[in-house]
């Protein structure tokens, strides 16, 4: 009901303020991660759209939230309103503009076209791009998603992280070259679940 929408939509403003300070960020588990990730596909529309205006707000902010949270956006996919996933979209290239503008900022770099590498040098832990490896993670232990043999589960999966994609590739002011989206996807392909590293399902 209205109360209980609220109520959730309140905790997890809460826990967005929360995830601002970085010496409560680095305590934040993953469990509770997934568990905020799912506001983003609340089933009240209010709900989903209070608390994605706050993220973005947050991500927008000098230092505001970390880029970790970007990877929520994507998660709109999974839920079958259109039209939300389309305010979604918009949300995510305003919020990865402002983080890739702060960043250019932070390293006084004037020439986007020779940045790239020394962004990368720089400041890695400060790349948007790092949010897809968060965003197959919290895909995958989404409520919504069913079954890794479901075709229409993965298709709504295939959808979440061509939409982060899509995002990070067009939104100005900087893009990164193909042979980092390659390495980038190596990397996660690469990357085995900590807690069942033999289980290939799981992986």
């Known amino acids: 009901d209205a109360d209980r929408a609220c109520v959730r939509l309140s905790a997890g403003c809460a826990l967005l303020k929360i995830c601002e300070v970085p010496a409560l960020w680095t305590c934040f588990s993953t469990a509770l991660l997934s568990k905020l990730a799912c506001l983003i596909t609340d089933k009240v ?15 927008c902010r000098e230092p505001g939230l970390p880029n970790d949270l970007l990877a929520f956006f994507p998660l709109s996919e999974l839920s079958p309103d259109r039209q939300v996933c389309q305010q979604m979209r918009e949300m995510l290239r305003k919020a990865i503009a402002a983080k890739r503008l702060r960043y250019r900022r932070l390293v006084l770099i004037e020439q986007v076209a020779v940045s790239t590498d020394q962004l990368i040098n720089s400041h890695p832990h400060l790349l948007v791009e790092r949010s897809v490896g968060v965003a197959v993670f919290l895909l995958a232990f989404h409520p919504l998603f069913f079954a890794t043999d479901s075709w229409s589960d993965l298709y709504h999966v295939q959808c979440a992280l061509e939409q982060l994609l899509e995002a990070l590739i067009t939104a100005a002011p900087l893009r990164m070259d193909d042979k980092f989206y390659k390495d980038l996807f190596t990397a996660i392909h690469s990357s085995r679940n900590t807690l069942v590293p033999q289980d290939e399902v799981a992986n």
């Open 45 to 59: 529309k209010q709900v989903r759209l209070g608390f994605a205006r706050r993220l973005t707000r947050g991500l």
